[in-house]
């Protein structure tokens, strides 16, 4: 999905809020240039620093995920 994001729209800033801490999904989402990755049980306190790490061209991925 990143990637079709990424061909109809280059300069989109994509964050995925999934449940998924698989490290081949969150590999798979980041590798077409996703600038987030938060998991949904923390969404309510990483999404809108996930969103402001965006503006500010940084990244956010969820806590134990980065490691």
Do not use: W
Not at 10 to 32: G, H, M, W, Y
Not at 52 to 61: G, H, I, R, Y
Request: glycine share 4%; with cysteine; proline share 4%.
């Amino acid at each position: 999905m990143a990637c079709q994001i990424r061909e109809i729209s280059p300069n989109s800033k994509i964050i995925f809020v999934t449940q998924s801490n698989a490290k081949t999904v969150v590999d798979a989402a980041l590798s077409p240039g996703a600038v987030g990755y938060v998991l949904k049980h923390n969404a309510v306190r990483e999404l809108l620093p996930a969103i402001e790490a965006t503006l500010e061209k940084k990244s956010l991925v969820s806590e134990g995920l980065s490691d």
